[in-house]
Structures are given as structure tokens and as C-alpha cells.
């Protein structure tokens, strides 16, 4: 279980990892994705797999 501050910290490493993503996607495509779209793909594509790296689990 983690502490108020560690959850903060793991919300703002996810909410920086969705806007790096929105940022790489919009690039690519050429136009702006906007953060629903990104963090909505994010979470599908990548959010167990950073929960596995970032706590630890196995």
C-alpha cells in the first residue's frame, strides 16, 4: 500500500508519461491528439506494464 506522498508521486510520473505520449503521437500525426485521446490510448497500451516497473511488481 502506498502513502498519500507516494501516490503523488506515482499520479504525476503517470500524468508525465501520458503527456511525453501525447506529445511523441501528436508529432507523429501531425496535429495535436489532445490529452483525452492520449491518455486514453496510454492507459490501454502501457499503464499495467509502468504500474509493473514503478512498484515493482512481478
Known amino acids: 500500500m502506498m502513502t498519500e ?3 503523488r ?3 504525476k510520473a ?3 508519461e501520458i503527456l511525453r ?3 511523441i503521437e501528436s508529432e ?8 483525452m485521446r492520449a ?3 496510454w492507459i490501454s497500451k502501457y499503464s499495467a ?3 509493473k516497473q514503478y512498484c515493482g511488481d512481478t
Not at 507523429?28 to 490529452?35: F, H, M, N, S, T
Open 28 to 35: 507523429k500525426q501531425g496535429r495535436d491528439i489532445g490529452e
Open 49 to 51: 506494464d509502468f504500474r
Open 39 to 41: 491518455a486514453t490510448e
Open 9 to 11: 508521486m506515482y499520479n
Open 21 to 23: 505520449y501525447k506529445w
Open 5 to 7: 506522498d507516494e501516490l
Open 14 to 16: 503517470q500524468i508525465d
